[in-house]
């Protein structure tokens, strides 16, 4: 029999209603996948058999007589952030130890309505806080990629590390995460997976561990483009319990995956090409245009002069979000406690153990800009320029611009415990240079495997849609998936 | 602007996060390496610039000030890591 797991998940269905086989062996096949190789990759901070087996009977109930959803039979990993019903949800921190939550996330609960099976959750960094899975309090996630002729562990991305490993890695058929300053989209472009960021209020936050309320935004990572459209049908939607949900239609994305971009105008921010920018990114880049040109679309030059202010401006309002949101883990509630004197002792001992050393430092940051005296220097200052950088977006689009096209990262995967990164907070935040404007304007984006480097290992290009047309982001994406050719998966070491 | 060590230990028991003493300049540094990032907002003229309160261009939907949920303690308290009769417990407050 073939390999189950390296189907994508369009074919898994198809082979599910066709009864080439059933969602209890491909479950097995998943679940044999991640034992075998969880050790090497530490993809998955819980593994769920069980539950995953007894989904994939029922849904297996509803196939042998051609019932089911959208996803039925489908096997997916969560990242550890979506609080799912009594299991694990930590956000791959201390300070949640032994969280199981009473209740499900909406964003979930879509994806089992629609027959999909639970494996289990999947590491990221600690409270989505980072770009390289380092600051998981599991220990990092190892990218399923190797520079050739190395032996040397690479980071998968971050935050959803853990997502885009295992879909990279074929330990599920696709994987929930969340994306605040880049977070679906860096891991994706360091794996040679497809992440889609929706547009800010697509997918319901309810349920989902908060880090920066007004970025925070759910999202597929999957194996191709196709794919991550099915589990974004399934997982959008209004939802009355957040307030920031929009009622807005969700349509079947698939189906506008392969519409193509023949007569679309394709913006090329300026500002974007970057000093320093690694000759082959910016070769990917040109490719990309020349491929949506090859295929009836426009290319305009564009110009979105408040770029370089993005990233800066995303760390304060979300470290200031953060510093807020975080304030409900004291001890008292839920997780890890740590006894003092008093009471004000036992918050700072417990959150002083709780929070690894990113997540203090950025509560930190966000306390201060927050503080008496700095708050208009640094916070109101900051949603100023985001409004200049959302009026830049909207610019583009008023002149006829139907989709930005823009490189993922501004590198490939880096080592595990790379010392310059460690030493410079900044120089790991510049990961999401091309990413956080995006969330800054509420916009969707997705990111597609385009091309390799030297080193074989992948690179990703950016697509930057207006807000609610994540369709038109999905054809393009699938042109330059198709163009591209579409070798993106990792030799098997582990 | 940049932190000296009694800022860090100030924003320390703001957030209710106990700093050891070993710990304020290794803070500090890295504090200073973000405030001096973002200072290049500096640059940026905003005047009669509204600052973002929302990205999609929406006003809070309400609902009406109804019971709609609840009725559970037990669930509400069951992730503490010390509760009695559905209460959680906290070291003693008033004297």
Known sequence: ?494 | MSVDAATVKRIGRLARIRIEEGEVEGYRNELNAILGFVEQLGEVNVDGVEPMTSVTPMSLRRRDDVISDGGYPEKIVSNAPLTEDNFFMVPKVIE
């Open chain 1, 1 to 494: 029999m073939t390999d189950l797991t390296k189907l994508s998940l369009a074919d898994a269905s198809k082979g599910l209603k066709a009864k080439s086989f059933t969602a209890t062996e491909l479950t097995g096949a998943y679940l044999k996948a991640i034992e075998a190789a969880n050790p090497s990759l530490n993809a998955y901070v819980a593994v769920t058999p069980e539950q995953a087996l007894d989904m994939a009977k029922a849904s297996d109930e509803k196939l042998v007589q051609g019932q089911g959803g959208a996803l039925e039979g489908i096997p997916v990993g969560i990242k550890d952030l979506f609080g799912t019903k009594g299991v694990h949800t930590q956000a791959a921190s201390h300070i949640l130890d032994g969280f199981k939550p009473e209740y499900e996330s909406t964003v979930t609960s879509n994806l089992w309505r629609d027959g999909a099976v639970m494996l289990g959750k999947l590491n990221m960094d600690e409270f989505a806080m980072g770009s390289s899975n380092e600051t998981s309090y599991y220990g990092p996630v190892v990218s399923p990629f190797r520079a050739e002729g190395s032996n040397a562990g690479l980071v998968p991305g971050g935050s959803s590390g853990g997502s885009a490993a295992a879909v990279s890695a074929w330990l599920c058929a696709g994987a929930t995460a969340t994306d605040t300053g880049g977070s679906i989209r860096q891991p994706a472009a360091l794996t040679g997976t497809v992440g889609m960021k929706p547009t800010y209020g697509r997918c319901s936050r309810w349920g989902v561990v908060a880090f920066a309320s007004s970025l925070d935004q759910a999202g597929p990572i999957a194996r191709t483009v196709e794919d991550a459209a099915l589990l974004m049908t399934s997982m959008s939607g209004f939802d009355p319990k957040d307030s920031t949900s929009v009622d807005i239609a969700v349509p079947d994305f698939a189906a506008a995956v392969e519409r193509g971009v023949k007569g679309l105008t394709i913006g090329v921010p300026r500002e974007y090409r970057m000093d320093g920018m690694p000759g082959e990114i910016e070769k990917l880049w040109s490719q990309g245009l020349e491929w949506l040109k090859a295929e009836g679309a426009v290319v305009k030059d564009i110009s979105l002069p408040h770029t370089k202010y993005a990233l800066p401006a995303y760390y304060i309002v979300a470290p200031a979000e953060a510093s807020s949101n975080l304030a409900r883990y004291d001890g008292v509630k839920y997780g890890l406690r740590v006894s003092g004197k008093d009471i004000t002792d036992m918050y700072e001992l417990t959150r002083a153990a709780g929070f690894g050393r990113e997540v203090k430092r950025r509560i930190m940051i966000g306390t201060y800009v927050l503080s008496a005296g700095y708050f208009d220097a640094y916070y109101v200052k900051a949603q100023k320029v985001r409004t200049l950088i959302k009026k830049d977006f909207e610019d583009a689009f008023n002149a006829g611009v139907d989709a930005i096209l823009t490189p993922a990262t501004p590198s490939t995967a880096f080592g595990i415990g790379d010392e310059t990164l460690a030493a410079d907070p900044v120089a790991m935040y510049m990961q999401d240079v091309f990413t956080v404007t995006v969330n800054m304007a509420g916009l969707p984006g997705i990111a597609v495997p385009a091309g390799k480097d030297a080193k074989g290992l992948p690179l990703g290009l950016q697509l930057i849609g207006k807000p609610f047309d994540e369709e038109t982001l999905f054809a393009a994406g699938r042109v330059i998936e198709k163009a591209a050719g579409g070798d993106f998966a990792p030799k098997q070491w582990w």
